[in-house]
């Protein structure tokens, strides 16, 4: 179905082979992309919109896992 959230039993596995440096500009640009969804998700008023967002971040935090790096939570420990 277009425009919604593919089903995640269906997806397909692809192996992906990255350098050193690739690697870490990904994982790099994953942390900001994912610190970013947090702020929008926030900010979201419309629920739909929001929980697409919430799963869209824990697909991209599953990735960043995968790729050997813990998210990070951004939270004020102070």
């Not at 990255?18 to 990904?26: F, H, I």
């Amino acid at each position: 179905m277009i425009g919604t959230m593919a089903d995640e039993s269906t997806e397909q596995q692809s192996a992906l082979t990255l350098t050193a440096p690739e690697a870490a500009a990904l994982k790099l640009a994953l942390k900001s992309y994912i610190t970013g969804l947090r702020s929008e998700i926030g900010h979201t008023e419309r629920y739909e919109f929001r929980e697409e967002l919430k799963h869209e971040r824990a697909l991209l935090e599953r990735v960043l896992r995968r790729l050997g790096e813990e998210p990070t939570n951004n939270l004020c420990t102070w």
